[in-house]
């Protein structure tokens, strides 16, 4: 697969929840172009319609209308098996409460995209623990969430984020349950996947997360109301994996 | 196929890891189940074993002899309506003997209880049968030891006895009794055989027996006897025709007018056959309802568990979602968990019945068929993922951001 050029294609993308008989519109009429190896912040005021955006360039939601073009291929029109598919090859998730299963370890975690990828046992152990490795936790593989920090556990799910090896990181609000401290520990390691060639989309609502993204989309009511560069240039997407 | 198999085992550590956390609620919930299968594996334990030791002791009497008695082997009537019957007497047994053309060999037999001893030792209720000369033709005595009654000794009614084992065993111990004379009441007899040991009948010692001729019984111990006749079908000869015969020529001997009813008893071997299947078909049918409700009532119990866990879960499934599981993914791994539920419940079950199988098996024969352990786990496991199916149709169709939103 071609890795430069473009990933994310929005055409005017609607998302109107019906609560009973009341629509609210979240979303009316977004379109936006993502490049490979872009890293992109999503700011807005609470209830501007960021997490349903995210939750649609994530395949975890369907539009009400408009496109969404994912590697050039259009994923509105797909059904719930296929959506299944790219959530499990294309998108890594990092939430902002980690969203880890609290009953089993970190490697087990980590384990899950590869398990509904079928993966057999020996491979998807040894491509788990490279992950955990990678994110500086090779020696708490077999803690549970509940037996890890906060930034740990966000490392976890850093991990299991990227051990299928997907086209995009989708995170909402990675740092909003860490300390400051912590929160930046994650930010740099999202600033090294960036460097590495991975295409990021970070919701927030904090200036200074945004600050370390490239670029930035503005929301409001549904709407984009500012698309600007950071000063530096989109960098040429490198392959990760070839490095 | 390789990602079939991986889900299938990740489902089950899943479940496992599920029931291992909910420990007490999974074994309320699976109890039903557990009650079912033990009911269900009790029962044909209790009949399998009943069956086979029944139909060992059936084949000790002929197939294709018939048993004419007073006394029906299995009454349908007041007993007092048979109590006035007169007996079978020698002259029915003669008249058969003379007149029947299918029958192969007529004996008439009696028994008797009489103390039985030699020298001091002293037996008390033996059965002393006074049997035809051709009772070896008709029933399934044999010698070990000695030989068994001849003509002569038949004819000429003398003193001499045939002994079972037991008997045996009690008064001679070790020793040879052929030869040995001992006291039947007060007469005495010399031994001449002993008999091959043929286990218990309906409870019965069958090797607690003598056997003496008919007519030396009726001089010693009165003539005034309740016979019984056995006849032995010819080569060939159908036992319903047998019978027919028979009831005209007894009719006639007893001097029946055409309008009375019999006043005896023809009986075969497959009577009894036929009244313990009825009785064991409402021993099964009885096992098979109580067995079958509790695992509705269990199965209704899964339901209700796995929906619980389901919406425990919503989380969790939607975190699986948003991972990649697909419905069918997450359809098996619910519908595993409670078909494991349900199977632990099977193997609970099936080890109760074992255990209540060994308690019972100190009163009545039982045994459990391996096909029956193995066909009830399975099918507690198809109760499980029959039971399943809704909650887990209920998680698999789990919108995955509503299930992620739910804490
Ligand atoms: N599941 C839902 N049902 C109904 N309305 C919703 C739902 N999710 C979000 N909304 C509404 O859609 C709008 C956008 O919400 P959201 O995407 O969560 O905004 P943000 O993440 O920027 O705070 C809000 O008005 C919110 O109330
Ligand atoms: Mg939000």
């Given at each position: ?243 | ?68 008695t007073r006394f029906p082997w299995i009454m349908q009537d007041d007993f007092f309506l048979y109590r006035n019957r007169p007996r ?138 309740d ?34 009813k019999d006043n005896f008893s ?142």
């Open positions: 697969m071609d890795r430069d050029g473009e990933l994310i294609r929005l055409v005017d993308l609607h998302k109107v929840y019906k609560v009973g008989e009341i629509e609210v519109p979240a979303l009316r009429g977004i379109a936006l172009t993502v490049q490979r190896g872009e890293y992109m912040a999503i700011m807005g005021p609470s209830g501007s319609g960021k997490s349903t955006l995210m939750n649609l360039i994530g395949c975890l939601d369907t539009s009400t209308h408009g496109e969404y073009w994912l590697s050039g291929v259009n994923v509105s029109t797909m059904d719930d098996n296929e959506l299944a598919r790219i959530r499990n090859r294309e998108i890594g998730f990092v939430f902002q409460t980690f969203n880890l299963l609290p009953r089993a370890n970190a490697l087990h975690n980590v384990e899950l995209p590869l398990i509904y990828a079928g993966m057999g046992l020996a491979d998807r152990k040894a491509r788990a623990r490279e992950a955990l490795t990678a994110v500086g936790l090779g020696d708490r593989m077999h803690h549970k969430p509940a037996e890890l920090s906060g930034g740990q556990r966000q490392r976890v799910a850093i991990a299991r984020a990227l051990v299928n090896r997907p086209s995009l990181i989708l995170a909402d609000e990675p740092t909003g349950n860490l300390d400051s401290a912590t929160g930046e520990e994650i930010l740099q390691m999202f600033d090294e996947l960036h460097r590495r060639g991975n295409t990021l989309v970070v919701v927030t609502h904090e200036e200074s997360v945004a600050a370390r993204a490239h670029r930035v989309v503005r929301l409001l009511d549904g709407q984009v109301v500012s698309d600007i560069m950071n000063g530096h240039p989109p960098q040429p997407a490198v392959d990760i994996h070839a490095l | 196929m390789k990602t079939f198999f991986w889900d299938t085992v990740e489902a089950a550590s899943i479940a496992w890891g599920a029931l291992k956390a909910n420990r007490v609620r999974a074994t309320l919930a699976t109890l039903g189940i557990v009650i079912g299968v033990m009911t269900v594996v009790l029962m044909v334990t209790i009949v399998a074993g009943l069956n086979a030791s029944f139909k060992k002791q059936l084949s000790l009497i002929g197939a294709g002899t018939v048993y004419v079978l007497t020698l002259r029915d047994a003669e008249a058969i003997h003379r007149e029947s053309l299918l029958a192969e060999a007529v004996t008439p037999s009696v028994d008797t209880m009489r103390p039985v001893s030699y020298g001091s030792t002293v037996l008390n209720g033996v059965f002393v049968v006074g049997a035809g000369d051709d009772y070896q033709k008709t029933e399934n005595v044999m010698p070990e030891v000695g030989r068994f009654l001849s003509r002569q000794e038949f004819e000429a009614n003398r003193s001499v006895v045939v002994i079972g084992q037991e008997v045996a065993d009690r008064l001679f111990s070790a020793r040879n009794p052929i030869g040995q004379e001992i006291r039947i009441g007060a007469h005495r007899y010399r031994i001449i055989g002993v008999l091959e040991k043929q286990g218990t009948m309906f409870g019965m010692s069958l090797d607690n027996q003598v056997i003496i001729p008919l007519g030396t019984l009726m001089k010693h111990f009165g003539r005034r006897r016979l019984t006749i056995s006849v032995k079908a010819a080569e060939g000869v159908r036992l319903v025709d047998l019978k027919d015969e028979l009831t005209g020529i007894l009719r006639r001997s007893r001097k029946l007018g055409p309008g009375d023809i009986n075969e071997r497959d009577q009894l056959m036929a009244t313990y299947n009825k009785l064991t078909a409402g021993v099964y049918a009885a096992g098979i309802i109580i067995g079958g409700i509790s695992l509705l009532v269990g199965g209704i119990g899964i339901m209700n568990i796995m929906l619980v866990s389901v919406t425990e879960r919503t989380h969790e499934i939607g975190i699986r979602k948003a991972l990649g599981a697909r419905r069918s993914q997450v359809l098996r791994q619910f519908l595993i968990e409670s078909a494991l539920i349900c199977a632990v419940g099977g193997i609970i079950g099936v080890g109760l019945a074992r255990l209540g199988g060994a308690v019972i098996n100190q009163w009545l024969p039982t045994s459990m068929p391996i096909s029956v352990a193995v066909g009830s786990m399975a099918f507690a496991a198809l109760v499980g993922i029959f039971f399943g199916l809704y909650p887990a149709a209920k998680a698999a169709r789990l919108d995955p951001i509503t299930a992620l939103r739910k804490e």
